[in-house]
């Protein structure tokens, strides 16, 4: 579970003018949200951008895509056992890459336990703490499945934990939707220099970095192929998007 620093669930309160989520079970990509860049925000040491190009010459690959796969198959099975069986979980992929992360931990879960996962996409954009700060950017999506997530387990599931700032927009962002019954965080790498008092549940890799050094993952669904690159700012692909 993901509490804060009093102990109490982190879940907040959606900003004046947000748009309420939980009015529909799909949201589009078509409208654009206003913001610029700032030390407050998820700006510096997730995934790569889309559009930008970042590859392995760029930095060091510190996960393979065999080191992935066992990951995440380590991850699924740690679900499996400390929900007992998975029976009432939903996975949530934050946008982008959590969300074909969610999806391969729902396969998993699904082999061993014999039935379907539920799993969609939560985006957080209009929940950031970011929003007047970095440039405009496009809405991405967020899928519900038709189980709902009323009294259900939710895992949210992401690619780089590094604030923990991310992880309270998703937070805020879930609560618009529904009231689970408990929400766990999956995580691909965490990079540690938290910023807000998240820990993950579920780590595939802990991964010592410094502040200015940059983690990006990349994703067959994404990117062409599975790999973990830590890099150095001056290595990195210009314009590339960092996150937190």
Known sequence: MLHDAAGKPAVGTPAAGKPPV???RRTGARRSASGAAGPAGDSAGGSGSAGHSFSRAHGKAVLETADIGRALTRIAHEI???TKGAGDVVLLGIQT???PLA???AERIAEVEGRPVPSGSLDITMYRDDLR????RALGRTEVPAEGIEGRTVVLVDD???SGRTVRAALDALNDIGRPRSVQLAILVDRGHRELPV???YVGKNLPTSQHEIVRVLLAETDGEDVVILGHPRLQAPGGGQRR
């Open 22 to 24: 939980g009015t529909a």
């Open 80 to 82: 499996i056992e400390r």
């Open 97 to 99: 890459r959590g969300v």
């Open 103 to 105: 999806h391969r931990l």
């Open 133 to 136: 700060l970095r440039p405009a």
């Open 160 to 162: 780089v934990l590094y």
């Open 199 to 201: 820990r993950a549940d």
